[in-house]
């Protein structure tokens, strides 16, 4: 298996969004989303966009998004979106996806990286325990602005 990780090209990565926010039930607005994508690809301060392809074929997207702790001693991170395409879920790839957004995150100097799974995505949950991550005894709690 062949999986390689690249930045970002825009027009793949607005359709993967767009799928994979559709699939989540999560709102999705092609104009304001694509502004938003805009600023991350343009602004490595703010993180990293990459998308995975297995040979030649766009398989999905992560997003890590940067961010700064006292509790974690410094630089942290976060996997805001990780998408992979149906047909291409269990096979390993994740878990290379992951491996690959770590050592980014090692080499960015990042202490801690965290990530949000649902409560009812055990295939998600499952990958996520077996490489490391474990769940806080708080809540994410979120407040618009």
Known sequence: MTITHRI????????LVKEFHENEHLPFDKQTDSTVLEEILTNNSLGQVCLIQQFDEVIGYIILTLGFSLEYRGRDAFIDEFYLLPNYRGQGIGTKTLEFIEGACVALGVQALH????????????LYHR???????????????
């Open 131 to 145: 490489v490391g991550y474990k769940k806080h005894e708080r809540y994410l709690m979120t407040k618009w602005l």
């Open 115 to 126: 990530l949000e799974v649902d409560f009812d995505n055990v295939n998600a949950q499952r």
């Open 8 to 15: 970002a090209d825009f027009a793949i990565l607005i359709e």
